[in-house]
């Protein structure tokens, strides 16, 4: 147990932001599936024993809940505050943009960024009576012109 520094411990909520606007904090943490896709080649004379692995693509997922509402639902509705059949073969890729995950934590001094999200068109949004409405969000993320998906960034909470 020497080796273990409480202070690098994450917890808590985050502030999200989508293409320089913020859409608020989280209830609880975000969370993000890194998931690879991959090639197996195998050799037919081993009995289809696989011989290499090979990463194809990565495909990188981010979900969150968030309290503010009326900034998430904005970026989902059109400029007349609707949701029509227009969205009907739109191309999501054309409409990425940066997504930030702040800890609001003053001790956790490390956010994330993602160069290249799209906020997905899917939404759960919960009247709750005994509770705060919230909304949940998901974004797919990929490549930038560098070819990054994710970077660490400092921040000051």
């Known amino acids: 147990m020497d080796n273990i520094n409480k202070e690098l411990f994450k917890h808590g909520s985050c502030v999200v932001s989508f293409k320089g606007s913020t859409l608020g904090a989280t209830v ?3 969370s993000f599936n890194i998931q690879p896709e991959y090639y197996e080649s195998k050799c037919d004379q081993a009995g289809g024993r696989i011989i290499r692995k090979i990463i194809t693509n990565l495909k990188i997922n981010v979900a969150a809940e968030i309290l503010e509402i009326d900034n998430t639902l904005r970026r989902i509705f059109d400029s007349d505050g ?8 739109t191309d999501l890729l054309n409409d990425g943009g940066e997504l930030t995950l702040i800890p609001t934590c003053k001790q956790d001094k490390t956010g994330y960024r993602f ?26 993320i990929h490549e930038n012109n ?5 970077e ?6």
């Open 28 to 30: 609880d943490g975000p």
């Open 82 to 89: 609707k949701i029509t059949g227009a969205l009907i073969g």
């Open 115 to 140: 160069p290249n999200a799209i906020l997905l068109p899917e939404a759960d949004y919960q009247f709750k009576s005994t509770e705060d409405h919230t909304m949940k969000v998901n974004f797919e």
């Open 146 to 150: 560098d070819g990054v998906l994710m």
């Open 152 to 157: 660490k960034i400092a921040c000051n909470s």
